[in-house]
Each structure stands twice: as structure tokens, then as C-alpha cells.
């Protein structure tokens, strides 16, 4: 054969072979993605309510197969159609983000993705958003009336001796418009309760007076709710002219009447039940030398939630009170338990703050217990306003034995967790905890307010917002950081390399001022 025939030969093997993988490939790409049936997931989602106010979603697979004209296998057939096997199942996740619900399909073995895959599916939309009004409509429900209430109406000014302002509520007029007797037992009705439970507080800051709505309830929120009852407005500011325009008096309304069964055993006197101490509740027998033996007189402006306070002052004031006792003795220190505790009308004090920091110095490890009584929001926090105890056993500085008689909430890495925020996400649709933060500067009460959870706690959200800044200016974090995993599901992160504070705040300057105010947030819970 010559050479000839020779090149003639392998030029046509080598341009059969290329036909071959062509073919090849153009078949693959037909059979793994242009030949698959897709299913629309969130077309054959049905939402039930729950009672409660939330919703629970399925997915109907019978109408699934109806519509998309699969093979419904009977019993002996179904090994042959292990496809229908894994739609079946498939479940849905409902859950709330904001006012919206988050839906999403997921399974309790493996992922059936390669599965259907195979059999020629492919399932689109397996995550989709519902607005309330959808979620209701879907579920069949007409949604209930509920009466919206303008706080700001119902607040009314007055002068003080000092020339100041001092605020009420007008409960009476509130519960007129709500609709609700003002001589309905509250035990039985959770209008009254609820409406009964609100109060106002008044800050007074360089901008004119913060006003922040309070209430005796933890769960006031979703109780307003339940009695069909919105309350709007629940902070904001008034200038000292809009102050004046609604200065008013208020009439207070009766106390709610206890009904006393006939057969009940008569009270006993008050003079033969000793008045309580007003001592702070915690131990004394290990005060503090220089530290008052006892707290100051109880507030009727104390606060019952940290929702709307900004912890800032406070902590600082602990953290000046620490430092004043120990002075250059101190090493280290380190919070390991922090409580909020409410008291009730027959505890000394309306509330209790307490950090308590593992210290060491050169003689050893104590324990520093730090009390601060009855929180206000109208009033700035000094050392001298802190109750400090010392102990040397862990168990007994962390014992919550003296808060007895008070509803104690654990400050999980710096904050409780709110059930007013309970179905609120911190995360916003680009999974950014303060999208804000690279234009505007961020306040420490709105950084104190972030919806916290059990596991998300304030302490970790804070981390997220301060490198959610550099993530967005183009940061590229370790491959096996859990901030890089988190912002790479996002389209918008798009890492370029190493960027520096400095290098970002040029870009955006508010950052420079946001990530000081948010690293010096994080220090103060952690290390007081």
C-alpha cells in the first residue's frame, strides 16, 4: 500500500472517530438534559394551616402523575418504577421568613435527583416563596379582621417638676377602639389581657424623645394576634414641640376585679405577712467591699423585654464596675452566664441584669457576679449603678436559686430570643443580616434588635453582618471557611481575592465606622 493510501486511510479513520464522539456527546446532552420531562414541584404543593398560624404543605403526588402522564404503578409493579417510588417520597418544608413563607422540597433518605435523572425527570421550582396572602389563599382561608391600632394615639405627655416630660398610655381609649370592655376579666378575655399588659417608655437622646412600647407579656406579640388585635407604631420619636402638641391627661381604669369563690377560705391580714426586704436578690454574704449592701428603690418605669433596649450602656457600666474592683489584678475575663430576670409585683425589684465573668488573676480564678436592677430606657447607666459579688465556685455564681420568684431568661450569646421575632428571618432574600451596612452607619440598638434564635445567636449574627461587608466588596474567605459556604449560594458574591478594611472602606465608606461598632459589640458580649 503506498503512502499515499496509506494517509487517505487514517484521515478518513480519524474523521469517523470525530463523527463518533460528536455523536456521542450530542446524544448525552439530548438524553441527560434536553429529553427530561421537567416538573414544576411548587404546581402540585398543597398548604394546610396548622391552627397556630403557620402552615404545613404536601405534595400530591396523585395529581402529579395524572398531570404529567407518568405510569402509576400497582403494587407488584412498583420495583419496576423505583421513579414514582422517590416522588412519593418527597415532602415539602414550610418555613417563615418575615411576612413571607419559605417552601422547599426535601427527603428523609437519599436525593433522588440522579434517581429521576435517570428516568428521564428533572424537577424544577423544588424552592419557591409564598407571600401571606398567597399562602393564605392557598390553603383556603379567608383572612381574619383584624383591628389595627396606631400606638402613638393613645400616648399623652405631661410636664415633670423639672421641666421635662414624663408619658402615660391611655389604656381606656385603647381598648374603646379595640373593642374590648374595660371591665372584662383578663383572666378570661385575651383582649383585655393583652391590651391591659401594654405600657410606654420614654428615652430621652440627642434626636428628642425615643418612645418605645412595653408590655408585661413575653408573648404579647402573637397574643395581639390570636385576639385579632395589630398594634403599629411601636417605636419612634418625638421632637419636644410634637411633645408638647400632645401633652393630656389620662384617666386610669380600674384594676381588674378577681372573682373570689364563696367557699374560699378568707384572706389573712396584711399586717400578719412581713413586708419583703428591698435587699437585691442576690447573695450578700460575699459582697463586694465598696459596693452598696443594697440596691436602690424599685422603678415604675422599669422594663419587662430587652426588645427595643440597647444593651450598650448597661454593659458598659458592668464592665467599668469590674474593672474599678479589680483594677491591675485583672488577667482575663471571660462572660459565661448572662440572665434577664422579670419580677412580678411582689418581688423587690421589676428586673435583674446579670453578667457573670470568669475572672483570673495572678492569685487564681473567682467568679464575679454583676447586678443591675430595674432597667429603664429613659436612664444612662454608671458603675456605681452595678451590684457586685464575688464567689469562688462555678455552681454557686451561676445558680439562678435567689432569682426564684422572677421569669428568668438566659441571654444566649448576647440576647434573648424574642418570640415577637419568632417568625421573623435575619436573613433578608441575598442572605444579608444588614444589607444597610455598606451605605448607611448602623446604630447599636438596631444591631441589639437583630432577630436572634437558639442556634443563630446574636453573638454569630454579628459575625455575619461584620463580614457580610467584606464578602460583598469581593473577599475571597477560605475554602473551608463556614462564611465562605454560607455567602457562595449566593449570585452576588463574587470573590476577587484578599480585601482589607482599609481597602473596602474606601469603596464604601460606612463600613470603616460599622465594623469598629459591631467588633467592639462582639468583644462586650463575649469578654464584658
Known amino acids: 500500500m503506498s503512502n499515499a493510501s496509506i494517509r487517505r486511510l487514517i484521515a478518513g479513520i480519524g474523521t469517523a472517530l470525530i463523527f463518533l464522539i460528536c455523536a456521542v456527546v450530542i446524544g448525552a446532552h439530548f438524553l441527560t438534559g434536553r429529553s427530561l420531562q421537567r416538573i414544576d414541584i411548587s404546581d402540585y ?3 394546610q394551616s396548622d391552627g397556630a398560624g403557620g402552615y404545613t404543605a404536601a405534595l400530591d403526588v396523585d395529581r402529579l402523575i395524572t398531570k404529567e402522564r407518568l405510569h402509576n404503578p400497582t403494587e407488584t409493579e412498583k420495583d419496576q418504577y423505583p421513579e414514582i417510588t422517590a416522588l412519593k417520597g418527597l415532602q415539602i418544608r414550610v418555613t417563615p421568613r418575615g411576612d413571607a413563607f419559605e417552601l422547599e422540597t426535601v427527603t428523609s433518605g437519599e436525593d433522588p435527583t440522579a434517581l429521576l435523572k435517570k428516568h428521564g425527570i428533572r424537577l424544577i421550582n423544588t424552592k419557591w ?10 390553603a383556603g382561608q379567608k383572612p381574619a379582621e383584624t383591628k389595627e391600632l396606631d400606638f402613638t394615639k393613645y400616648v399623652r405627655t405631661s410636664r415633670t417638676a423639672d421641666g421635662e416630660f414624663a408619658v402615660a398610655l391611655d389604656l381606656r381609649s385603647m381598648l374603646a377602639d379595640a373593642g374590648v370592655d374595660p371591665n372584662a376579666d383578663p383572666a378570661t378575655d385575651l383582649g383585655a389581657r393583652t391590651l391591659r399588659s401594654l405600657d410606654v417608655a420614654c428615652q430621652k437622646t440627642d434626636d428628642g424623645y425615643r418612645m418605645q412600647t412595653t408590655s408585661t407579656l413575653p408573648t404579647v406579640m402573637d397574643d395581639l394576634k390570636t385576639a385579632g388585635i395589630q398594634i403599629t407604631n411601636t417605636q419612634w420619636t418625638w421632637t419636644a414641640a410634637e411633645m408638647e402638641k400632645h401633652l393630656g391627661t389620662v384617666t386610669p381604669l380600674d384594676p381588674p376585679a378577681t372573682q373570689i369563690p ?3 377560705q378568707p384572706q389573712a391580714e396584711a399586717s400578719e405577712t412581713p413586708a419583703p426586704e428591698t435587699t437585691a436578690p442576690a447573695n450578700t454574704d460575699h459582697d463586694v467591699p465598696g459596693t452598696p449592701s443594697a440596691a436602690p428603690a424599685r422603678s415604675e418605669n422599669a422594663i419587662t423585654t430587652l426588645l427595643g433596649f440597647d444593651q450598650t450602656e448597661v454593659r458598659k457600666a458592668i464592665r467599668a464596675a469590674k474593672e474599678l474592683h479589680y483594677g491591675a489584678k485583672l488577667d482575663s475575663s471571660e462572660v459565661r452566664y448572662n440572665y434577664f430576670a422579670v ?3 411582689q418581688t423587690p425589684h421589676a428586673n435583674v441584669f446579670r453578667l457573670v465573668y470568669k475572672i483570673t488573676t495572678s492569685a487564681g480564678t473567682e467568679y464575679l457576679i454583676a447586678d443591675v436592677y430595674d432597667l429603664e430606657l ?14 469562688k465556685d462555678r ?3 451561676r445558680s439562678k436559686d435567689d432569682l426564684k420568684d422572677y421569669r428568668v431568661y438566659e441571654l444566649s450569646e448576647g440576647s434573648m430570643v424574642f418570640l415577637e421575632n419568632k417568625d421573623k428571618s435575619p436573613f433578608d432574600k441575598d442572605g444579608l443580616v444588614m444589607a444597610k451596612s455598606i451605605k448607611d452607619e448602623l446604630t447599636y440598638d438596631e444591631l441589639w434588635d437583630i432577630p436572634a434564635t437558639d442556634e443563630m445567636t446574636l453573638l454569630k449574627l454579628l459575625g455575619y453582618a ?3 461587608m467584606f464578602a460583598r466588596g469581593g473577599h475571597k474567605f477560605n475554602d473551608t471557611s463556614n462564611y465562605y459556604k454560607y455567602f457562595k449560594q449566593f449570585s452576588w458574591y463574587k470573590p476577587t481575592g484578599k480585601v482589607t478594611a482599609d481597602e473596602l472602606a474606601k469603596i464604601y465608606p460606612a463600613t470603616k465606622k460599622n465594623i469598629t461598632t459591631i467588633k467592639f459589640l462582639e468583644n462586650l458580649i463575649k469578654e464584658g
Request: negative net charge.
Open 45 to 47: 404543593a398543597t398548604v
Open 129 to 138: 416563596t409564598m407571600s401571606r396572602t398567597e399562602i393564605e389563599a392557598a
Open 262 to 264: 364563696e367557699t374560699s
Open 343 to 345: 419580677g412580678s409585683d
Open 378 to 391: 429613659e436612664t444612662g447607666y454608671r458603675a456605681e449603678d452595678v451590684k457586685l459579688t464575688v464567689e
Open 395 to 397: 455552681n454557686t455564681a
Open 466 to 468: 461584620r463580614n457580610e
